[in-house]
């Protein structure tokens, strides 16, 4: 079976400033996809960014990056600039071609002004 | 554009009587669909999902059970409801994206309480 693991049960920012969130996940699959998920306080659950596993780059989308690194089976996200409306619960999640999702327990990350 | 609703958006019950709650999803054909459970300041666990009319996996033996009577459609339901099942339910739905993998989108999400 799949696990996520988000170590960080909460952490803070400086508005401005960066925060790297960390992810591992454990899994005896190759051929999977990883993602990073937002929760804000309303509670809708918003994609943030996607990385393939067979992709050695790692993914970027604006202020939003990750660092994959495959053999550590690790998967933390960036966030540069942070911004207030940055503030929310972010789940860090595992994808397998078999259509099934396994998702981390969730960091709670506010940015302070 | 693909849009999924949920509904009813917050639903008070007491112990014992029954459930139903509602996704439907819009814009898309032949989505897998999935209901997750999210307890307060906890994780999102996987409770069924589906692959297509009539198919439905469960991750977690419980009293829930799920069904797809349509194919945009996905209904979670118990017969008698417990304490343990109150929480924030959330409907998702995922599409082979790019032709390689696939992601999720997920509903507003509905705010169960059993008293």
């Known amino acids: 079976a799949q696990t996520v693991t988000q170590s960080q049960p909460e952490m803070s920012v400086q508005e401005a400033e960066t925060v790297t969130l960390s992810c591992t996940y454990d899994t005896s699959e190759n051929n999977y996809y990883l993602f990073w998920y937002k929760q804000p306080p309303s509670r809708q659950m918003i994609l943030v960014i996607r990385q393939e596993a067979y992709k050695q780059q790692n993914a970027t989308e604006n202020r939003f990056s990750v660092n994959f690194q495959k053999a550590a089976k690790s998967f933390s996200l960036k966030i540069s600039d942070s911004q207030l409306g940055d503030t929310a619960m972010y789940f860090c999640a595992f994808g397998n071609t078999g259509n099934q999702f396994y998702f981390g327990t969730g960091t709670s990350l506010t940015v302070i002004p | 554009s693909q849009t999924i609703h949920q509904w009813p958006a917050t639903l008070v019950q007491p112990v014992g009587s029954p459930l139903s709650l509602e996704c439907t999803v819009e814009?898309?054909?032949?989505?897998?669909l999935y209901w997750y459970r999210q307890a307060a300041g906890r994780g999102l666990q996987l409770l069924f999902y589906s692959v297509g009319i009539g198919q439905i996996s469960s991750e977690v033996p419980q009293n829930l059970s799920a069904s797809r009577p349509q194919d945009r459609q996905f209904i979670l339901s118990s017969k008698k409801l417990l304490l343990s099942d109150s929480g924030f339910y959330l409907c998702a739905w995922s599409v082979r994206s790019q032709g390689t993998y696939y992601e999720q989108y997920f509903g507003p999400g509905t705010r169960l309480t059993v008293t």
């Open positions: 814009g898309t054909s032949n989505p897998n």
